[in-house]
Nanobody, 124 residues
Framework: QVQPVESGGGLVQAGGSLRLSCTTS????????MGWFRQAPGKERQFVAA????????AYADSVKGRFTISRGNAKNTVYLQMNSLKPEDTAVYYC?????????????????WGQGTQVTVSS
């Protein structure tokens, strides 16, 4: 059974930083792209960032470019999301997902396994 598990969420003041981690078991991790999405209360799930299977290509939502960095450690079956200069509007549940393909993309339909999510709260 493929199961991504997120960690690293929490409460931080505006301008602060957090690093999220997601470890996936049950699949050849290095063969698939990985993505991060988020969902705020009352809003649809939105794309945040994605990374190709070998880590050589990334994609970001415009709202996080220059502030967030996605990376992966295939030896550890883990993908990371470094979040800097956090804003209150970044508050959401953040989800990690494994892609059906090996290139990064922003469509939830291209992802087949999802974690349970980790809460990120940014106070003003």
């Amino acid at each position: 059974q493929v199961q991504p598990v997120e960690s690293g969420g929490g409460l931080v003041q505006a301008g602060g930083s957090l690093r999220l981690s997601c470890t996936t078991s049950g699949r050849t991790f290095s063969s698939y792209a990985m993505g991060w999405f988020r969902q705020a209360p009352g809003k649809e799930r939105q794309f945040v960032a994605a990374i190709s299977s070998n880590g050589g290509s990334t994609a970001y939502a415009d709202s996080v470019k220059g502030r967030f960095t996605i990376s992966r450690g295939n030896a550890k079956n883990t993908v990371y999301l470094q979040m800097n200069s956090l804003k209150p509007e970044d508050t959401a549940v953040y989800y990690c997902a494994t892609a059906r393909v090996n290139w990064p993309n922003d469509r939830p339909s291209e992802y087949d396994y999802w974690g349970q999510g980790t809460q990120v709260t940014v106070s003003s």
